[in-house]
């Protein structure tokens, strides 16, 4: 090893967070396209959580649990366009870390209430563009930016923590060749196929997915197949930093984790192409762990865990006492064993282009809607999770005892935290969360609510 690496006490943190990557469409997890073979071998040094869930939607809520170990009432972030600062009352790991003597470093997270408190912040271009600007090098201007910074921390004589955002496959979709064609061999222009007719006719993001979709198209998989063609391309770009890590002989003293901030919708429930919605594509995302010293190799979890669970979990890898009262707890205690799940049962919530919130156990799930949506949705949704894990098969109506059990659970779990944060649920105060918001109609939603390309998506949605 090169003196200029030095070795120290404390473990280095790599946070490597993905944004809009599902788990289901990994390999890793059990997709059936080999989409992440990098990261395939390199979950076998790793431990891997089955079932993390991103419990608050979009962006904002998601990154502000995952970076605080603390819930949304907590944050009190929820709003993907979140007005002013997070709540000083709450600590970043970033804040922590430097606090325990780590240089921060975070990588393409500018302007996120959830990004403050690191010391350095480096971005990288070609993260948004349209058809024309094909394709987007989103992971390799990451690496750009990202390894030299990786060389520079290591030459301190301090540990360090740095956080890479990562928006492949966040939408546009547009991987660079051999991606782009990998997982689709078809016509995306076949005038037979229709599957992109109700797409391309919903009019609040029409214009949008037209602007990075090849003129013409018909064939809902070729969007598909970019997604994943998305997600192998940066997959092949992470090994480069693994790589790196192993070349300069740090790896093993490094808490490496892959996280999802949320998952994404491709064809399902007509949330086409994006990340709104409280359905199980939206928030079952990623969790992999590797730290051969307390995390087994190879041990895949299959207990229940949330974003709120990962700064405590990372405290106490690093050995870092906190007297922090988090609403996480270390995953350590499921993979020791000594629990089954942290929380089977939780409380979801959602302010992206809907406002929903709802409950989830094992068994069922609840979505009740806190204005009407622009899908024209039904106001109270209700899955069985077991038999229906597709959720297609809304039961609302026809099991009423169970809508009105999980919404009693669901608003003493709220009285409870509002009591103990003596703050009121954020998704009752956000008011116009989104342009014309609150909605009185669906209609009035659907007429609003509008992208209109790259550009306006970017100012919308773009941190």
């Not at 709003?79 to 970043?92: D, F, I, N, Q």
């Not at 991987?175 to 997982?183: E, L, N, T, V």
Request: include cysteine; hydrophobic fraction near 35%; charge should be neutral.
């Amino acid at each position: 090893m090169s003196n200029r690496h030095k070795k120290i006490d404390q473990p280095n943190v790599l946070l490597i967070a993905v944004d809009s990557l599902r788990a289901n469409h990994m390999s890793s997890y059990g997709y059936k396209k080999l989409t992440t073979p990098h990261i395939d071998h390199f979950t076998s040094q790793c431990t891997l959580f089955e079932n993390t869930h991103s419990a608050h939607i979009p962006t904002t809520g998601a990154y502000a649990s995952m970076l605080t170990g603390r819930d949304s009432f907590s944050t009190q972030v929820v709003a993907l366009r979140h007005r002013g600062p997070m709540t000083s009352k709450v600590k970043t790991l970033a804040e922590i870390l430097r606090g325990h003597g780590y240089n921060t470093t975070c990588v393409g997270f500018t302007g996120n209430p959830a990004s403050r408190g690191f010391e350095k912040y480096l971005n990288y271009s070609e993260a948004w563009g349209s058809y024309d600007d094909r394709p987007l090098r989103k992971a390799e201007r990451l690496n750009d930016v990202a390894q030299p910074e990786i060389e520079r921390l290591a030459r301190s004589s301090k540990p360090w923590f740095i956080m890479l955002r990562h928006m492949d496959p966040h939408a546009p979709y547009l991987p660079p060749a051999p991606y782009d064609r990998m997982f689709y061999q078809g016509d995306e222009c076949d005038p037979k196929n229709k599957s992109m007719k109700p797409v391309l006719s919903f009019k609040p993001f029409r214009d949008f997915h037209a602007s990075w979709s090849p003129p013409g198209i018909t064939d809902k998989d070729y969007l598909i197949a970019q997604y994943d063609g998305e997600i192998a391309y940066m997959d092949a770009c992470l090994q480069n930093i693994f790589t790196q890590l192993e070349t300069m002989d740090i790896l093993d003293n490094t808490i490496v984790i892959l996280n999802g901030d949320h998952g994404e919708t491709l064809y399902e429930h007509e949330c086409w192409f994006d990340h709104h919605g409280l359905y199980e594509p939206v928030l079952h995302v990623p969790l992999i762990i590797r730290y051969p010293k307390m995390m087994p190799p190879g041990l895949r979890v299959s207990g229940y865990n949330q974003h709120k669970d990962l700064v405590p979990t990372i405290l106490e890898l690093a050995e870092i006492k906190s007297r922090i009262p988090f609403e996480g707890r270390s995953l350590l205690a499921m993979v020791r064993g000594q629990v089954a799940s942290l929380d089977s049962e939780f409380y979801i919530n959602e302010c992206t282009w809907m406002r929903k919130h709802g409950w989830r156990t094992p068994h069922w799930k609840l979505i009740v809607a806190l204005e009407p949506d622009f899908h024209f949705k039904p106001l109270v949704e209700l899955y069985n999770l077991v038999d229906d894990p597709l959720e297609n098969n809304n039961l609302a109506t026809k099991r009423p005892d169970v809508v009105r059990s999980l919404q009693t659970t669901m608003a003493t779990f709220i009285k409870n935290r509002e009591r103990e944060t003596g703050l009121r649920n954020p998704m009752m105060t956000q008011g116009a969360w989104a342009p014309g918001a609150p909605f009185k109609t669906s209609r009035q939603a659907y007429n609003k609510l509008h992208i209109a390309g790259i550009a306006q998506a970017r100012r919308l949605q773009g941190d």
